[in-house]
T-cell receptor
Framework: KAGVTQTPRYLIKTRGQQVTLSCSPISGHRSVSWYQQTPGQGLQFLFEYFSETQRNKGNFPGRFSGRQFSNSRSEMNVSTLELGDSALYLC????????????FGPGTRLTVT | SQQGEEDPQALSIQEGENATMNCSYK?????LQWYRQNSGRGLVHLILIRSNEREKHSGRLRVTLDTSKKSSSLLITASRAADTASYFCATDVTGTASKLTFGTGTRLQVTL
């Protein structure tokens, strides 16, 4: 089975721009979660989607949004980028809920200059 | 905010020794999971222990859970250089379905 894939792997953007990150879950997995990892704040939950519905959202501003498609692929978007948005963005998928193990992708390293 | 705090923040041992890291959390949980992360890469799931379980084994890994103390420990026996990584606990907090909250992590260095 192919693992979770994330594209792009690396991204450099300028303050004020917007960015879209993509995540393809493991085949058959319906839950996709997104996390932001920074040295200062650690791993923080962004949101989780299941069957195209957002089930939970972390404590992030509205500039962070996401969606899930009918094939379970997910995208997250960050608008009006700030320097503090520089981070490793990780996507994880699981079969049903977070009571099951999460399979993580390699992440997208976003640098905002 | 972090639900889990891990201790120690960093641990350095020699190959063949055992490594123990601890995780404390604040609220009731459904389950607790441990993950490993090699430098700047994705996380790898190690083991999941449910709130009604006290101990679980997987290969060289042993996890315990004490819900009365809101704490868990991960023991890696006979460590290898390849075990060098950061280790995180993550909790599925009761009443907040579909949200995993990660601890601060323990950085383990295993030297030859």
């Amino acid at each position: 089975k192919a693992g979770v894939t994330q594209t792009p792997r690396y991204l450099i953007k300028t303050r004020g721009q917007q960015v879209t990150l993509s995540c393809s879950p493991i085949s058959g997995h319906r839950s996709v979660s997104w996390y932001q990892q920074t040295p200062g704040q650690g791993l923080q939950f962004l949101f989780e989607y299941f069957s195209e519905t957002q089930r939970n959202k972390g404590n992030f501003p509205g500039r962070f949004s996401g969606r899930q498609f009918s094939n379970s692929r997910s995208e997250m978007n960050v608008s009006t980028l700030e320097l503090g948005d520089s981070a490793l963005y990780l996507c994880a998928s699981s079969w049903a809920t977070l009571s099951y193990e999460q399979y993580f992708g390699p992440g997208t390293r976003l640098t905002v200059t | 905010s972090q639900q889990g705090e891990e201790d120690p923040q960093a641990l350095s041992i020699q190959e063949g020794e055992n490594a123990t890291m601890n995780c404390s959390y604040k609220t009731s949980i459904n389950n607790l999971q441990w993950y490993r992360q090699n430098s700047g890469r994705g996380l790898v799931h190690l083991i999941l222990i449910r709130s009604n379980e006290r101990e679980k084994h997987s290969g060289r890994l042993r996890v315990t859970l004490d819900t009365s103390k809101k704490s868990s420990s991960l023991l890696i026996t006979a460590s290898r250089a390849a075990d060098t990584a950061s280790y995180f606990c993550a909790t599925d907090v009761t009443g907040t379905a579909s949200k995993l909250t990660f601890g601060t992590g323990t950085r383990l260095q295993v030297t030859l």
